[in-house]
């Protein structure tokens, strides 16, 4: 009989403890490049997945990703995931250059102070950050988050995840 007592105030007070998750994401605005129109990571909550990229014009490992990284974005948009490149440290002429030699179609703005770079403790460039639907923080990247990487953190957070192109036939 006590231990049964012990084990029902044991599991009383697991029941008391709050679950502890992933931490949420701060939320931010940014005025996107290509459009002018203003961008809210709060109008995602509950709907997609979001992949924040800090990079830089100046950053060879960016350009270098770049290719990649417009992959994914193309790859996984259709299953619910966006995409904002923040351009830290860049004058707005230097992140269109880099944007546009890169052929980047994802929406990107500017964060010339790392105003939105600090709200997330980013430490260099690049830095990638991917919030799931809930708003939380699930996965940061410092430095290289090239496709498999990005992909191996995305599928399990998207219902159906893109499938993989099957390898072209020999003739």
């Known amino acids: 009989m006590p231990m049964r007592r012990?084990?029902?105030a044991f599991l009383l007070w697991l029941w008391a403890?709050?679950?502890v998750g992933a931490p949420s994401a701060p939320a931010f605005t940014v005025r996107l490049i290509d459009s002018g129109r203003t961008f809210d990571s709060?109008?995602?909550?509950?709907k997609k997945v979001l992949v924040v990229r800090f990079q830089a014009s100046w950053c060879d490992v960016c350009a270098e990703e770049a290719p990649g990284l417009e992959?994914?974005?193309l790859k996984y948009r259709p299953a619910g995931v966006e995409?904002?490149?923040i351009m830290v440290e860049d004058t707005l002429a230097d992140a269109r250059r880099f944007l546009e030699a890169h052929g980047a179609t994802y929406p990107a703005g500017l964060d010339p102070r790392l105003l939105i770079?600090?709200?997330f403790k980013a430490k260099g460039t690049p830095y990638t950050i991917v919030i799931s639907k809930r708003g939380e923080i699930v996965s940061r990247i410092p430095g290289?988050?090239?496709e498999a990487r990005l992909a191996r953190v995305l599928d399990p957070l998207v219902k159906d995840p893109p499938k993989k192109k099957p390898p072209a036939r020999l003739q």
């Not at 709060?42 to 509950?46: D, E, V």
């Open 6 to 8: 012990v084990l029902i």
């Open 83 to 85: 995409m904002v490149g």
């Open 71 to 73: 992959r994914t974005w």
């Open 42 to 46: 709060r109008s995602l909550i509950g």
């Open 144 to 146: 290289r988050a090239d």
């Open 17 to 19: 403890v709050p679950a």
């Open 117 to 119: 770079a600090n709200r």
